[in-house]
Nanobody
Framework: QVQLVESGGGLVQPGGSLRLSCAASERIFSIYAMAWYRRAPGNQRELVARITSTNNTYLADSVKGRFTISRDNAKNTVDLQMNSLKPEDTAIYYC?????????WGQGTQVTVSS
């Protein structure tokens, strides 16, 4: 079973930056898309950013201009660069990798934006 491991979360002040990384435990083939979701306390999980196998990207309106998603196909990693962080970005962030017959999720990494 493939495992996804997220790293890079933590506590940051408003206006600060964090970079989340997600790595797979083994090589994954035929990936459709890699994505980052988040779940804030009391809210449903929401899609933050997605990047496809052809490098088409999607960013939620709430993070456009502040977050960037990138991937390394050879390493099966996906990163989320988060700049100008706001308190409302506080959430658990989850990595997701989806393919024709699989849908893998990481355990999540906490991001807290607070002064």
């Amino acid at each position: 079973q493939v495992q996804l491991v997220e790293s890079g979360g933590g506590l940051v002040q408003p206006g600060g930056s964090l970079r989340l990384s997600c790595a797979a435990s083994e090589r994954i083939f035929s990936i459709y898309a890699m994505a980052w979701y988040r779940r804030a306390p009391g809210n449903q999980r929401e899609l933050v950013a997605r990047i496809t196998s052809t490098n088409n990207t999607y960013l939620a309106d709430s993070v456009k201009g502040r977050f960037t998603i990138s991937r390394d196909n050879a390493k099966n990693t996906v990163d989320l660069q988060m700049n100008s962080l706001k308190p409302e970005d506080t959430a658990i962030y989850y990595c997701n990798v989806m393919g024709p017959r699989y849908d893998y999720w990481g355990q999540g990494t906490q991001v807290t934006v607070s002064s």
